[in-house]
């Protein structure tokens, strides 16, 4: 299995971005997906997961703004970022948790891309 990211770059605020994580290894069933993201000096947070079946979870400090989406037939996991603000600046990462499909929360991903810079000025 294999995750690499891409997309990611410098952005006003107020701006958008939208980044992808080509997904190799799983065939047409796959398992919890979700976005995480570290800032220097922070824990890593997860932002944005994805279930099996396309059920979608949000952290909240990006409701409203990110939307997280699957193309299965394209093998791409993609996080689409709107309405971009300084604090978003960090280390995006793609993962996933080969162990579970329905229940996405946690911490036990355990495939991981080696991440994409996001950052975001004022």
């Known amino acids: 299995v294999q995750l690499v990211e891409s997309g990611g770059g410098s952005v006003q605020a107020g701006g958008s971005l939208t980044l992808s994580c080509a997904v190799s290894?799983?065939?047409?069933?796959?398992?919890?997906m979700g976005w995480f993201r570290q800032a220097p000096g922070k824990e890593r947070e997860g932002v944005a997961r994805?279930?099996?079946?396309?059920?979608?979870t949000y952290a909240d400090s990006v409701k409203g703004r990110f939307i997280i989406s699957k193309d299965n037939a394209k093998n791409t996991l993609n996080l689409q970022m709107n309405s971009l603000k300084p604090e978003d600046t960090a280390m995006y990462y793609c993962?996933?948790?080969?162990?579970?499909?329905?229940?996405?929360?946690?911490?036990?991903?355990?495939?991981w891309g080696q991440g994409t810079q996001v950052t975001v000025s004022s």
């Open positions: 994805i279930n099996l079946y396309g059920t979608t």
């Open positions: 993962a996933a948790d080969s162990s579970r499909y329905y229940s996405c929360s946690g911490s036990s991903y355990n495939t």
């Open positions: 290894g799983y065939g047409s069933s796959w398992p919890c």
